[in-house]
């Protein structure tokens, strides 16, 4: 196996997206981001939050009605949207996994997906919830850009039918799904798996034909044509919860402003970790909390010299 490449702020530095001084919010790019229940909802306001805060110009939020107001006082700038409420109706039902879901709710959602320019599905979302098997299958066959987080990873690894549609995106045109599991997920979509079987883990992502984000210390970046990267990151800090949320948040917003899936993902492993480096010299490793990195894009930014891209 190969020897991986190192991310560095030199690699960042040079994947910069460009951000014309005339764009609009358009222009920018429309994220969507599925996630939240109730007991979860912060999974929904990490995500967002650290979607608007990488410069992404639209970022939707779907989640439960209930977490509507608490995630519109937290995160102004987000637009909610609340997951459309059961009807009783009679109308054309349809079986997805062992669960019997009405049709109206699928239309509703893929009347979603069609102007956003990536979606995350899977913060907050237990794996067991039928909305999540609806949406994953979805998005994989119409969101332009998807990544695939927490809830939906162990979705993932129960139901081989929903891992094959995400596995067809590239024969159907469409850009490879971004998976960020941490290596427990990850074992649980390939079990057996250990630090030492990495090689596992690109046969993986090649034959899924998907982008892994294998998360840990040193977190490997496996694309769909074999490459690999890799970014060491000692920081007991970042080993809390709805760290995983923040930077999946980061990646679809980078997604939604035109990158690559190779490059986001790149981009947004080499930022999160550099974030909390700074943020850990400020806070210290036990106080610093996720929802603190957000603040250090902005030097994150600076010192890799992308807002020297804003005129371009």
């Keep these: 196996m190969q020897t991986p490449i190192m991310i560095t702020p030199e690699l960042i530095s040079a994947k910069c997206p460009v951000r014309p001084s005339f764009g609009h919010k358009g222009t920018f790019g429309r994220a969507l981001i599925c996630a939240g229940t109730p007991g979860m909802g912060g999974a929904a306001y990490m995500a967002a939050a650290s979607a608007l ?58 009347d979603q997906l069609p102007e956003k320019n990536s979606c995350l599905i899977g913060p907050g979302i237990p794996p067991s919830s039928e909305k999540l ?40 045109g469409l850009a490879p799904a971004v998976l960020t599991p941490h290596r427990g997920e990850f074992a649980r979509l390939i079990p057996g798996f250990s630090e030492k079987k990495m090689h596992l883990a690109s046969a993986f992502a090649e034959e899924k034909g998907i982008t892994l984000v294998l998360k840990s210390n040193e977190t490997n970046i496996f694309t769909s044509d074999g490459k690999w990267y890799s970014n060491r990151c000692d920081n007991s800090g970042m080993a809390k919860g709805g760290s995983g949320d923040v930077l999946a948040g980061l990646l679809t917003g980078l997604l939604a402003q035109g990158m690559s899936e190779e490059d986001a993902s790149i981009c947004a492993v080499g930022i999160h970790s550099m974030a909390g480096e700074l943020c850990a010299a400020d806070h210290g490793r036990r106080a610093m909390l996720p929802t603190m990195l957000w603040d250090y894009y902005e030097t994150c930014f600076k010192e890799l010299k992308w807002e020297e891209g804003m005129q371009k």
């Design 53 to 110: 805060r990488s410069g992404a110009g639209l970022v939707y939020v779907l989640t439960e009605s209930d977490l509507l107001s608490p995630l519109m006082t937290l995160c102004p700038q987000a637009i909610g949207l609340a997951y459309m409420a059961p009807t009783r109706a009679v109308v054309p039902m349809v079986k997805t996994n062992s669960a019997v879901v009405n049709s109206s709710y699928i239309n509703w959602f893929s």
């Design 133 to 172: 098997g609806i949406m994953i299958r979805l998005a994989a066959k119409n969101s332009r850009h998807l990544v695939l987080d927490a809830g939906a990873l162990t979705y993932l690894a129960n139901d081989p039918d929903a891992m094959n549609e995400v596995s067809l995106r590239i024969s159907r």
